[in-house]
């Protein structure tokens, strides 16, 4: 007597007598998916895909070090020409064109979609995937730089070195671009968004920002603006990506109707407002201030209204989701009266409040969506005991 997995008669219709089902254990739960679709996963991701860039960067490196005249190639340091610049700079030019090439490949690039769509979801993730990564990059060398201060090797070595780091970040940007799926766009969103803002608030920390108001970090009088307006464009740019993805895949689903189109111009709407708030800074006596505000009361304005019809316009959403909606609906109008009714919030953080409110319910929602889904393509599974006559 053995036991076998027994599946629905839905799932059986998918799948044809030729396709094997493989089994894995992942983290606390288990993973069934196609032996077909795992070989060609495997099949895609190319050595030549991750030696040729590679060997761009190398050579780029070498003939660097080999025009600087320079019998030693400092490691790291504060000189323009080392291994830690020259793997930077060349590994991450390489990383962002293997990425562009890789993403190319992908089911979600190759479905039909218009030209400009696929150029915009290209160039953001590219951009976004490519700056997180340089970021990571000029922190392990920062640290490279105190660990092995002073250490130096011959032009030629000190290129190989290149190629080492090069080949390390082509592999990880082509192997993000492989496996983009929302549950990692939500991850840059949150890397892109919280990162850029951290990185201004400490810039203009000596110029006590938090007195005037959350905007100030992307105005002319702050000290380097140009950080906190490219998070909000890019911020909104990756939205806008995040949606694309998510309605893909939604649209195919049983739960999508013709009113789940409003949400979606809901959140196209919020991403165009989000990248208008870093577009056109809030400069005093000038009109992009204007644009500013309405833009920025605009989100606000269009999660209230998306939350006010979201029982009728996602009739399948949960009740706990529904609660929680509330919930977020009331803390905006408290915030709110709070700041503009009592004067008991200062106007930064009624901004902060309100802003990291309705970014987390929409994030919330995301997941909620993806859930519904994800729904139609869930099947439970049961073991059955057969005896060795009922398998033949």
């Known amino acids: ?31 069934l998916k196609l032996e077909s679709a795992s070989d060609h996963n495997q099949q895609n991701f190319s050595l030549r895909h991750l030696f040729i860039p590679s060997l761009f960067a190398w050579l780029m ?21 080392s291994v830690a610049n020259a793997s930077s700079v060349f590994g991450i030019l390489s990383g962002l064109v293997s990425f562009v090439l890789a993403y190319r490949k992908t089911p979600h690039a190759r479905a039909r979609q218009s030209w400009f769509t696929k150029m915009r979801e290209t160039l953001t993730l ?9 970021a990571v990059t000029v922190i392990a060398f920062y640290v490279m730089r105190y660990t092995f201060n002073g250490v130096s090797f011959d032009p030629v070595t000190a290129s190989l070195f290149v190629l080492a780091f090069s080949a390390i970040i082509n592999f990880v940007l082509i192997s993000s671009a492989m496996s983009v799926k929302v549950s990692n766009l939500i991850t840059m969103l949150f890397v892109t968004f919280i990162g850029g803002v951290l990185v201004a608030m400490a810039m203009n920390n000596q110029r006590d920002w938090w007195r005037f108001n959350f905007s100030f970090l992307g105005t002319s009088e702050a000290r380097t603006y140009w950080e906190f307006n490219l998070t909000l464009i890019f911020s909104g740019l990756i939205l806008l990506t995040i949606t694309d993805y998510l309605f893909s895949e939604f649209s195919r689903s049983d ?36 644009v500013h505000n309405l833009a920025a009361f605009g989100i606000v304005g ?45 106007l930064t953080f009624f901004e902060i409040i309100a802003f990291v409110i309705a970014f987390i319910w929409l994030v919330m929602l995301i997941n909620a969506i993806q859930d519904l889904s994800q729904a139609h393509r869930r099947w439970q599974l049961k073991l059955v005991d057969m005896t060795p006559e009922e398998t033949l």
């Open 1 to 31: 007597m053995g036991k076998y997995i027994a599946v629905p008669d839905t799932l059986a219709e998918i799948l044809t007598d030729d396709e094997a089902l493989i089994l894995e254990a992942v983290d606390n739960g288990f993973s």
């Open 255 to 290: 739960a999508y109707t013709k009113k789940s189109t409003v949400v979606r111009f809901f959140y196209y709407l919020i991403a165009v407002l989000i990248a208008c708030v870093g577009i056109f800074p809030a400069n005093d006596y000038s009109w992009t201030m204007t």
């Open 302 to 346: 269009c999660i209230m209204v998306l939350i006010l019809l979201l029982r009728w316009l996602l009739p399948e959403i949960s009740k706990e989701f529904l609660v929680y909606s509330a919930i977020t609906l009331g803390l905006l109008v408290l915030s709110t009266f709070l700041f503009l009714g009592i004067h008991y919030l200062s």
């Open 126 to 134: 590219a951009l976004t995937y490519t700056l997180v990564t340089l």
């Open 61 to 81: 490196g070498l003939m660097t070090f080999l025009v600087s005249q320079k019998s030693q190639i400092s490691f790291t340091g504060n000189e323009l020409i």
